[in-house]
Nanobody, 122 residues
Framework: QLQASGGGLVQAGGSLRLSCAAS????????MGWFRQAPGKEREFLAA????????YYADSVKGRFTISRDNAKNTMYLQMNSLKSEDTAVYYC?????????????????WGKGTQVTVSS
């Protein structure tokens, strides 16, 4: 199971760090990623990395502002979010999978966690 946490209310320009804790199994050999969904919008890929974090993938909308990382010893993944904007307001989800599809990152994810709400006030 995956559980995202760390969301909250932050002012525009601020930062938040989300965590995704895995339990029940180890995800150290899985790709892991972050997605978000804003009200009335489709789910959006944000970032992903491979099992050792050596390869990372970012959506253009967050590149340079968000950083994905993982600590396999703690079975935890992180998303550091800086320079937050009002349009970053959404429910954020973490996921894990065995395959990365660059054309559709969600397609390769087999496990999804419950989301955490991030609200950025302008």
């Amino acid at each position: 199971q995956l559980q995202a946490s760390g969301g909250g209310l932050v002012q525009a320009g601020g930062s938040l760090r989300l965590s995704c804790a895995a339990s029940g199994r180890t995800f150290s050999r899985y790709f892991m990623g972050w997605f978000r969904q804003a009200p009335g919008k489709e789910r959006e890929f944000l970032a992903a990395n491979n099992w050792n974090g050596g390869s990372t993938y970012y959506a253009d909308s967050v590149k340079g502002r968000f950083t994905i990382s993982r600590d396999n010893a703690k079975n935890t993944m992180y998303l550091q979010m800086n320079s937050l904007k009002s349009e970053d307001t959404a429910v954020y989800y973490c996921a894990a999978g065995s395959i990365i599809y660059r054309s559709d990152y969600a397609k390769g994810m087999d496990y999804w966690g419950k989301g955490t709400q991030v609200t950025v006030s302008s």
